[in-house]
């Protein structure tokens, strides 16, 4: 090939690179926290009100069989980020100190060398922000979000740079000001929202609104408000710049709600637990539960065109560590060579198509007390089925899925061939995670210890 050949296939190229590029969907992902299934008015909360979440319902699809991959904060988002169970970064419960990683077996930080979907959407040509909260490390010489393959951010529960406050609208207003600086192009935004998780910061103006309630329910009607019109606002500007056919945007929350408890906290600090009485519609257990209280959370999906209009899924089989291999999918971008996701793309489920699940979902929770609803340690699905386990304890519950939703029935006693079936899945699945992190998450005081 001549020089000239050379440079005519280099133009050629870059053409079809800037078409493409035009057609990739701009993607847009509100990550809630703390929210129970049943808090969505279209859910049937008896005390919120979600009038922008339910409107992208009517415009979308509502997902009644999604989970996330822990029944807490961190390990929930890291499924997110890596497209893997969080078991396989060591991650199993939420970030807090050195001495309670050490202990937990835990790293300080995810790994910036892993699999990460915003580095993986970067290297395509997206632009790519993440704004609000963070919570995938905590030491004070943790990686900052860019290694993860951010262009911009703003967080809080981070790395200390580009720090914002807790609550309040300044995430929403970044996010709103990258939409802006970056409509003309490809961009994937992660928008992690402080509410409803404590300390619970309630606005004057929607405390007023829901001023006929009790204390508690005043309270935290008034927090969902506000994550609420979080996606108003972010639903309302993509339809001011025309971006509402370009654009998929999705909206969960990290677990179920967080259990009420007798700390009404400060004003002056923000108010505590026994304003978080988040419902669950009817599901058992909350927060740090393996039952589906914990994990089965609202997920609703919207791109005009594309995704058909007013639907309700209560088939499709859906996890968080799906959302890695269906957005790149959405993108019309192929999986990293050597890269092995524990989800698949749902992206079929998206666009009203049949989805089937043909990977297990795997749980594993190490935070558990006995209590009622956060003994299990460990759980899988697969079809129908769901399993959970507390290996020291020999504790086993089955649940078949397709005809108890809401786990009330354990039908281990009469299924005796899928408890084995399932236990050898876990077995086999624990065997391949790593047992230690790896040593570049660690920070250097930790490896001072060693």
């Not at 609104?209 to 008034?222: H, I, T």
């Not at 009404?264 to 209280?293: D, I, M, P």
């Not at 995704?307 to 993108?331: C, W």
Request: one cysteine or more; aromatic letters at 10%.
């Amino acid at each position: 090939m001549n020089i000239k050949q050379i440079i005519w296939a280099g133009i050629i190229l870059a053409i079809g690179s800037v078409a493409w590029g035009a057609d990739q969907p701009n993607i847009i992902f509100i990550f809630a926290d703390d929210w129970g299934y049943g808090d969505m008015g279209k859910h049937g909360s008896t005390f919120c009100e979600t009038p922008n979440l339910d409107r992208m319902a009517e415009e979308g699809i509502d997902f009644a069989n999604f989970t996330v991959n822990s029944p807490v904060c961190s390990p929930s988002r890291v499924a997110v980020m890596t497209g893997q169970f969080p078991a396989r970064q060591c991650i199993h419960q939420h970030f807090q100190g050195i001495k309670a990683h050490i202990k937990r077996g835990m790293p300080d930080w995810l790994d910036p060398q892993a699999p990460m979907l915003p580095r993986m959407l970067q290297e395509a040509g997206y632009t790519t922000g993440h704004f609000g909260k963070w919570h995938l490390g905590s030491s004070g010489d943790s990686p900052s979000e860019d290694q993860y393959g951010y262009d911009r951010f703003a967080t809080f529960n981070g790395s200390g740079q580009h720090e914002i406050p807790k609550g309040g609208s300044i995430g929403v207003d970044r996010a709103e000001a990258f939409i802006r600086e970056f409509k003309d192009q490809p961009f994937f935004i992660n928008l992690w929202l402080h509410e409803a998780h404590t300390p619970h910061l309630p606005q004057e103006r929607f405390m007023k609104k829901f001023k006929d309630l009790s204390e508690a329910e005043q309270v935290y009607a008034s927090i969902i408000a506000e994550g609420d019109e979080a996606v108003g606002r972010i639903l309302a500007l993509l339809k001011e710049l025309g971006l509402d056919e370009k654009t998929l945007v999705v909206f969960s929350t990290d677990n179920g709600p967080e259990h009420s408890t007798d700390d009404k906290g400060h004003k002056g600090q923000g108010l505590g637990k026994f304003y978080s009485v988040g419902e669950t519609g009817g599901l058992k257990g909350e927060k740090r539960s393996l039952f589906s209280g914990g994990i089965r959370v609202p997920f609703v999906v919207r791109w005009p065109g594309v995704v058909p209009q007013g639907r309700t899924d209560t088939t499709s089989v859906i996890t968080a560590v799906d959302l890695l291999p269906t957005f790149l999918d959405a993108a019309g971008i192929a999986l990293p060579e050597g890269y092995a996701p524990d989800g698949q793309s749902a992206f079929s489920a998206f666009k009203g198509e049949a989805f089937t699940r043909n990977k297990p979902i795997f749980w594993e929770w190490r935070g558990g007390d006995n209590h009622e609803y956060t003994w299990p340690s460990l759980g899988v699905r697969d079809g129908r089925w769901k399993l959970l386990v507390n290996p020291e304890t020999q504790k086993v519950e089955l649940y078949d899925l397709e005809n108890d939703w809401a786990e009330k029935n354990d039908v281990a006693a009469d299924h005796p061939e899928v408890v084995q079936k399932l236990s050898e899945q876990l077995r086999v699945w624990k065997q391949s995670l790593p047992t230690e992190p790896p040593a570049s998450s660690l920070s250097k005081a930790r490896n001072k210890k060693k």
